[in-house]
């Protein structure tokens, strides 16, 4: 029987990789898209790409809770079970913006969107013992928490600065995941793809390309492909090896350290604070 794994922002990049790589590979992949008009090119693109290959679109905003729970909901009822979720949709803004629920939207698509989608299809991944997989960043190293204004509210937004917080989120996020879901044989982990040429940040909501921080000379010199960013995510869902540790993050298919400020009391802060965001 095939393995089953839903990856969030999937239309591009680093999921649209992972997607087929994954396809080609036998798994059913639910490939989710922000909608249809969004989705279905890319779906057919990949059938054409992996004939054989078993893919289904899924949709939803993620910088909406409440579509989220839908997003949840449609891969509800089309499995019972689920081998990995890849929470790989990620975006930077050029300026402050707040979802429809009110949260600074970097935050709300980065950190709240995997928060409940990985709390919703739970269920459906202890039934394999399976795997949840956080794309981050190594921009995490620059993040940092003021716990009284998590959302930007009072202090001056900067893009990468919110950026790297939402990335140090999906880090302390994974580390206190471990410590919940552990017990029941179920492993999380979150891992950095690498300066990746891809169309991240410059598809809506005034996004900027990672590549906008470099010249173009380093963009030729040091970035890589999509295929090579999704390498380290397509290693964590199948690979038997990554069941020997939980909570960690990877780079190049390996356990990679973390800044100080990834400790267990601030991942529990974290998680307190996002079940009372998403309650």
Not at 2 to 25: D, F, H, N, Q, Y
Not at 187 to 192: I, L, R, S
Request: glycine share 8%.
């Amino acid at each position: 029987m095939s393995k089953t794994i839903v990856i969030t922002g999937a239309s591009t990049g680093i999921g649209k990789a992972g997607a087929l790589e994954l396809g080609r590979r036998g798994w059913k992949v639910f490939v989710h898209a922000r909608s249809e008009a969004r989705g279905n090119p890319v779906l057919d693109e990949l059938k054409q790409a992996a004939p054989n290959a078993d893919f289904s679109l899924v949709t939803g905003d993620v910088s909406s809770m409440a579509e989220v729970k839908s997003l949840a909901e449609q891969v509800k009822a089309q499995t019972k079970t689920l081998d990995v979720l890849w929470n790989n949709a990620g975006l930077m803004l050029n300026e402050r913006k707040v979802s429809v629920d009110g949260w600074e939207m970097t935050m709300a698509i980065n950190h709240l969107a995997p928060f409940v989608l990985t709390r919703e299809l739970l269920p459906l991944i202890e039934q394999t013992q399976g795997r949840i997989i956080t794309t981050s960043s190594g921009a995490h190293m620059m993040g940092t928490f003021n716990w009284d204004d998590w959302m930007d509210e009072k202090s001056t937004y900067r893009s990468f600065k919110a950026y790297s917080k939402s990335k140090l989120a999906n880090i302390l996020f994974t580390r206190e995941l471990a410590h919940r879901v552990g017990g029941k044989g179920i492993t999380a982990h979150c891992y950095h793809p690498g300066f990746v040429r891809s169309d991240f940040g410059k598809q809506t909501r005034g996004q900027q390309s990672q590549g906008s921080f470099y010249p173009r000379w380093m963009e030729a010199l040091f970035t890589i492909d999509s295929e090579a960013g999704a390498d380290t995510g397509v290693f964590l869902a199948e690979d038997p090896s990554a069941k020997n540790s939980n909570g960690k993050y990877w780079q190049r298919r390996k356990v990679r350290r973390t800044k100080s400020f990834d400790n267990d009391r601030n991942a529990a802060k974290l998680w307190e604070l996002s079940e009372n965001a998403t309650s």
